[in-house]
């Protein structure tokens, strides 16, 4: 079985963060994963919601949406809808799970910290590119916090790193990252969030054309793993350079 | 550690399914796990959404909801509230799945089979009690299509069965079936979806209060492999029992 | 005319009341009129909307829904909708309006009841179950307002009992209690909503196909005022039995 | 017991009928109650909501609101709060039935005629007014049916006229047509629509501070079959002036 | 070309103001222009809006409808279409706007005037007529406030008048005061809103047609100019009359 | 007057079209007017609103939008909202009408082209850039409908150009293309809206600190003039480029 673009089965599509992509934001990264292309911010408020106020702890949340021309097909938009659809409460759901996994609230004390994933081009994966995008505005944001001495113990904060891939079963075949022509194609397809220490946040794995078996299962975490180290070393390079 | 109801770590509650529960719908099942209970009706209409028209394909899709008042302290109506919470979303996107993952909908032909799963007493794990009563309402739809020869061939609509468990850690100890108070205290909950010929419809797992291992990860999915094995063979039984 | 249940004009179905139907409400009780089978927990909290606060006075409040399978074919939730329909207002409206005639809001306190109606199977006359169900969840949630010693009075919050019966005219016949088959083919129907003293808290009387004569109204009335009085002696009856 | 403007207890307000008080409509009626003062307009349209399609018979419908200041104090619009309330919906769905007690829909041919009440100017007695003076404008429309030849049988859809009055008791005296000073002061509510045959279509009494006798159910509708009676003279005798 | 009412092309239709036309309200004035008639209401509330709590001064907001049968073809309630429009936001915006030119909020206190403007009738410029209309409230709702003495400095509340009109351009001809057939044939719309001394609160000119040359402009304002004039002494004049 | 980045009165900010910006839709420009950064899409759909079927014409439409924190501080999504705001249905509404200034519908024949203007990063004029980048948006659609023969005449479907600016003036001084910075400052604001043979489309002025005079609205409109006037010929100068 031969990719479309070539890559090798446990191949990541070629991954880039721009970072300070706007101004405003305390966070604000550009994540692409080949043409997948997410607009991730993270941005500051003092305060945290009702139920947590007084508690001494901090809070994290995000919201994910999709432009409505970012997909093949226009797609008409949730506001005009008047409602959120399923998927995007799904989705949002799962990236302030999964980045909630490497804080600790105390150290933020009580401040929320919103993460806004704006897909501006659709190509498979946006909700993998967004959790690993929103890290690293997550990580600006913490550092900004630093610098105005807003959180408690800036250097604190965040306990981990958080990545995340899509891996599937096209034909027999796993494979890792995949792009939205091998991802209509699958007859698996699972999402998979780990930490820097290489344990599990989320696993989300289903059987969209066929049930799957324990053994493909394995071979699936086996590529996830494998991606998920490859974009915690990419985000950790990204720290290395200067932002501007 | 010892389970406040005194089961092993391996044991289900106590399950019953009463079937023919109300008199109107096309299967109407009562499934109680321990003291969760969720009324699960399956309602036949002739006739798909328009996407699907003229396939020659059926469809199947669910809808969860909880009464105000199935939990410890009463939440508000999502109809007053005039939308839907994303864990209702999510929950009902779920079932849906599960249940279209045991159908060949070219033998339903163009009919819609709609599953309602509506919680009246909540204590831990209504989402997989849900799946699994929901099997046998549509098992019983199925048997009325068969007899009012709705279907083309409804013999071969169900090529499997399906049910669901969750599973998870509690202090260290992987445990099967989580009751409210033990779903609280879980560090990792994990939901798993199976058909009877032991495969994966679908797994989620989420790290609620710490991220998990690979080896977490297989002790509970040998628990959830144990448990939906037995949802199976109480299926199984009940459909031997002679409907009212 | 003979009913199709063989019931005289002037006979109710079998009425039944079934206490502490589910674990978690202060009050829950599942009411019976023959096979229309409705739900009616009481919630009790602390506190009153915010008109009435500092009134040292307490507030009684009812929502009723019906399941969307309680009825011969599948109507669509309210929930997805996204607004609550106009019958279900009014008959939310005519419940909680109906037991806050038996409430002395002095001696609850600044205390909330919630009464809860849902619909789990309908055939006629789901509102006026509801509202004698709601009276007996009423009354086990007063009892324990007594017992957790919340309420300023307990003893002195119910100032009377509540029923309610539908009666109605099919072709030229007065008939007491219709169930589904009978409502749809009556001409006048008229639900009436009667104290333990024999008095009247509400009467709403509409002439679906026909305008109706006084005679017509008083004949309606009589049966009325026998039904309510049997209802009351029923609820009578559930309360000297021990609760489990 | 004096009434704040001298009336006698069986005394309605000064009634007034502007027929063609505005241009557009088929029929537009300004209706006046004392200072209670709603505008009714009857709007035709060919065609009759789907359910009813093919049936040969026509369709009557109503609406209600409230100008915002129409009342004592500012109350939000229904469109920006972005729901129609209880009692909206409850007074909409009043006047329908109300006015359909007067219609043979054969006679109407497959036309819907839609009755908008929107109060100017509220002083108790609403929608009893509403519904009087719809009656009044859904005359001129069915006149203008028959002029444009729309109807099937113009002159037979009218079979009946309609009117509806309010009555009440204030302290232990049962007063007609109760002003907005009264309606707050009285202990029993009721709206009573009648035909002009003299027979009910509807009877709403609510016993709002306490419940009430026979007796004084007898005594109020003797009053709204007083004031009913006059109303349907006063509609007669507008019909008698010239349209402009 | 000949307007169908006869008018020069700088004429405005006849103009009427009827104050006090509604009882309850603070200012309440009934419009006229021509056959468009709009009820201005003003009410006043003590407070501001949040975000303007705490500065000493006060707000002045504005809502307009349309009653569904004010129009040619009757149009479908926005309250029941569970949103507003954003033809309705833009004009409710633009009210707000206008007026706010004239009031010193300071002198005002921190108390909130809302006007609403509700078309009875529509035959074009509505929301020029509701702008000079609410301006007529406005001022006695001033006048109201300076007697029960709930303003700081109510002399100083009013800093001029406003007042608004609209012109086009039908065919070559540009035309003041434009009627609804005009409107419609109307190559080019534009709506000018000005205070008494002669200067722009408000220009809003669309090409609908086609788009339209700076001489056009400025023989549009000149009549605007004309127009606007001419309705300040109108309003002038209703307020040399007694209030009843 | 200084202005903060040195620019003359009547100077506009470096504007850049990125076309191609996104790769699905049929026209995609990235526009950007200084630091105001808006994507603008062209997506085209055969078919036309019900409302405009059969006439053989096309019709085009707009929808604005910003990203939450495309402004210095982070606003509420309008889908979490559950409606979309004023200023956002007054915005969409004037790019539409101002595009639709320069087609001619016959020559689109009855398909339906889409602008989506989503505001990325917003410093000040974002309404008047996304109108001149939606122009370059929908030129690219257009063109690629001549490609694929889908339009009647694609080459008469563009009439004229279209471009927009915000004028205003700051302090006593009539200025430019204002940035976020000066637009607040502004005591009077003018979006103008012009085709490429020099006439106005739309022009919208609002005194929001004071009003203006009709010297103050012509040096305003003069800036507009010119700045409109060089916006068309830097659209002239991107679609000399070839599209990659």
Redesign the interface.
Known sequence: MTRSDKRAADQLRPVKFTRSW????EG?VLVEFG?T?V?C?A?V?TGVPRWRRGSGEGWVTA?Y?M????????SD????R?????????I??LIG?SLR?CVDFKALGENTI?L?C?V??ADGGTRTAAITGAYVALHDAVTWLGEKKIARKPDKVLV?SVSAISVGVVGEAPLLDLCYEEDVAAAVD?NVV??G?G?????????EE?????DE?NQM?DLA?KGCKELMSLQARTFMEQLT
């Open positions: 706007t101004d405003h934001p604000s043409r292309r607009l911010t941005s408020n919201e949406s432009l409505p021309r970012s997909t093949h097909s226009r938009r949730e506001s005009i008047g409602k959120i659809g399923g998927r995007t409460h799904e949002s759901r799970r996994a919103t806004d704006d501006l081009q981990d699972m780990m930490t220490d344990s599990f946040v989320e696993i989300q794995g289903t059987g066929r049930s799957y078996t324990r299962l975490l793993e």
